[in-house]
């Protein structure tokens, strides 16, 4: 079982960037997506979910409006699509999935490896 990040990087400030998770090795019906961040230097913090159908979103206030968590069920894909980036997104980007809604939000049982996204002004 492996959920592989990508797409972080060096951008702007007000820039966008498109953050993919590719999950491998099973199958993850039913399983609720999410991405975390880890700022430097503090803990890691929820940034957004979403549910197996899609149907259901929720964000961290600091993200609402600037990004939009989805998922392409045939390629086992979950997305972070980040726009009017800020310094204070500077983070390493982490994708999740958990079978419980309640869960994702707060403590996955999986893990993908980090991404870097960096926010220059």
């Known amino acids: 079982v492996q959920l592989q990040a990508s797409g972080g990087g060096l951008v702007q400030v007000g820039d966008s960037l498109r953050l993919s998770c590719a999950a491998s090795g099973r199958t993850f019906s039913g399983y609720q997506w999410g991405w975390f961040r880890q700022p430097p230097g503090k803990e890691r913090e929820f940034v957004a979910a979403?549910?197996?159908?899609?149907?259901?979103?929720t964000y961290a206030d600091s993200v609402k409006g600037r990004f939009a968590i989805s998922r392409d069920k045939s390629k086992n894909t979950v997305y972070l699509q980040m726009n009017s980036l800020k310094p204070e997104d500077t983070a390493v980007y982490y994708c999740?999935?958990?079978?419980?809604?309640?869960?994702?939000?707060?403590?996955?049982?999986?893990w993908g490896q980090g991404t870097q996204v960096t926010v220059s002004s």
């Open positions: 999740a999935a958990d079978p419980r809604w309640i869960t994702i939000m707060s403590d996955p049982r999986i």
């Open positions: 979403i549910t197996w159908s899609g149907g259901t979103t």
